[in-house]
């Protein structure tokens, strides 16, 4: 069982920043691959990034240049740092925890962070 905590959003003007965190607890965080995801008004659900456990990042192509994910598996975190941010990056951003295990998928989610891009 992973535990997972996101906090940092708010509301920020068209061409700002801000940074996510998403604290985690509950299991070994070095082994979980972790993601972000967000969730516009009217919107399905999609993925934003993710790095694993190794470091390797992958982010969609709509925020490539802009979000960058780290992790810090000493205090069992992860950020996303979002610069240039347009009114399109409106939305609930999700932390999602991912671990495959003997053909089985375990994935956690936390419970939501608002981002409001607007001026």
């Known amino acids: 069982q992973v535990q997972l905590v996101e906090s940092g959003g708010g509301l920020v003007q068209p061409g700002g920043s801000l940074r996510l965190s998403c604290a985690a607890s509950?299991?070994?965080?070095?082994?979980?691959?972790m993601g972000w995801y967000r969730q516009g008004p009217g919107k399905e659900r999609e993925w934003v990034a993710h790095i694993t456990p190794g470091g390797t990042t992958t982010y969609t192509d709509s925020v490539k240049g802009r979000f960058t994910i780290s992790r810090d598996n000493a205090k069992n975190t992860v950020y996303l740092q979002m610069n240039s941010l347009k009114s399109d990056d409106t939305a609930v951003y999700y932390c999602?925890?991912?671990?495959?295990?003997?053909?089985?998928?375990?994935?956690?989610w936390g419970q939501g962070t608002q981002v409001t891009v607007s001026s």
């Open positions: 999602n925890a991912a671990r495959a295990r003997s053909g089985q998928l375990y994935t956690y």
């Open positions: 509950g299991s070994i965080f070095g082994i979980y691959t």
